[in-house]
């Protein structure tokens, strides 16, 4: 059971391995998008049509026409990656060996809808995959197994997003065989550490000038390339949104969003402290540019301040 891009990578391996025989693959329905709202098929469904599996595409996992077409197969164990929907206790109580989830987080740290770009946006240092035993709970399940991978300088959210999605999907062929054999013992997640990583809402990735500028450089790469993290230079008739691509933290001061230089070596921007250098920006409805592409077009008066 997956939708998104993440579950692609373990629908993969598990459909390579021999041992394992994936009889459907159960997605969310196609959804509108773009200008013309065409039917779009998630990523999971897309490689599953190409894998040549059946598709199951309830409205609801709680559907009882679609809770009776998984009881007719009678599956053994059901693998949840990313689906999107909370599951209904009738179908965790369904296989032999219940419900495993592959988790972007160290659990119980990250729970929830987000564990990539919080992780990042709160300086973590690293972070992994959690093969979890699911219950009712929200994350809250019997660890089986976790993989931890470093979260590097050049790290955004895409970059780990794909790193996490093989190393869930290597971690899960690993995990499913054992447990199935009863060499894995499912541990209770520790009452102590849990944290919750909320859905990111567009409004997250608007940048407060006021905080720090090591903090304002993590946000951005975990606000990237999803919302994008962006901030508005004033101007008349209405301000200019800015969406902020690429940057490093300078040894300056200045004003919270003053900027303090704008040259070709990138617009040095004044924080709560020290001071963000932009390397890469877009003007919206623009192309996204270079820092000195950006100022041969549009010159930043030194003193102007973002908001």
């Not at 049509?49 to 998984?70: G, H």
């Not at 209770?188 to 000038?209: M, N, R, V």
């Not at 901030?231 to 008739?237: G, I, K, M, Q, S």
Request: aromatic share 6%; with cysteine; proline share 7%.
């Amino acid at each position: 059971m997956g939708t998104a891009e993440l579950s692609c990578a373990s629908l993969e391996k598990i459909r390579s391995d021999k041992k394992i025989s994936v009889l459907a693959v159960v997605t969310q329905p196609d959804k509108p998008k773009g200008r013309d709202l065409k039917l779009t098929p998630s990523p999971v469904k897309i490689l599953a049509e190409k894998l040549n599996l059946s598709v199951l595409q309830p409205l609801k996992a709680r559907d009882e026409n679609f809770i009776s077409q998984l009881r007719e197969l009678k599956p053994d164990l059901l693998v949840v990656v990313a689906y999107g929907q909370i599951l209904p206790q009738a179908l965790l109580d369904l296989p032999r060996f219940g419900c495993l989830n592959v988790h972007t987080s160290l659990l119980p740290k990250y729970r929830g809808a987000a564990p990539i770009q919080w992780a990042i946006a709160d300086g973590e240092d690293e972070t992994g995959v959690t093969i979890m035993q699911m219950d009712a709970g929200l994350d809250t399940g019997p660890i089986l197994s976790t993989r931890r991978t470093p979260i590097l300088p050049m790290d955004d959210s895409q970059i780990l997003h794909d790193r996490l999605a093989q190393l869930g999907a290597e971690l899960l062929a690993e995990t499913i065989p054992d447990f199935i054999a009863g060499k894995i013992l499912p541990q209770p997640q520790p009452t102590e550490g849990s944290t919750y990583a909320a859905k990111i809402k567009k409004e997250d990735a608007h940048i407060d000038w006021n905080l720090p500028a090591q903090k304002i450089w993590n946000r951005l790469r975990a606000f990237t390339p999803w919302p994008g993290a962006f901030t508005f230079l004033p101007a008349e008739p209405k301000a200019q949104l800015l969406k902020i691509w690429k940057a490093e933290v300078a040894e300056k001061s200045g004003a919270a969003g003053e900027i303090l230089s704008a040259d070709k070596t990138g617009i040095i921007v004044g924080c709560g402290e020290n001071a963000l250098r932009i390397l890469e920006l877009q003007r919206e409805g623009g192309k996204r540019l270079t820092a000195e592409q950006f100022l041969a077009g549009l010159p930043l008066k030194v003193s102007a301040k973002f908001v």
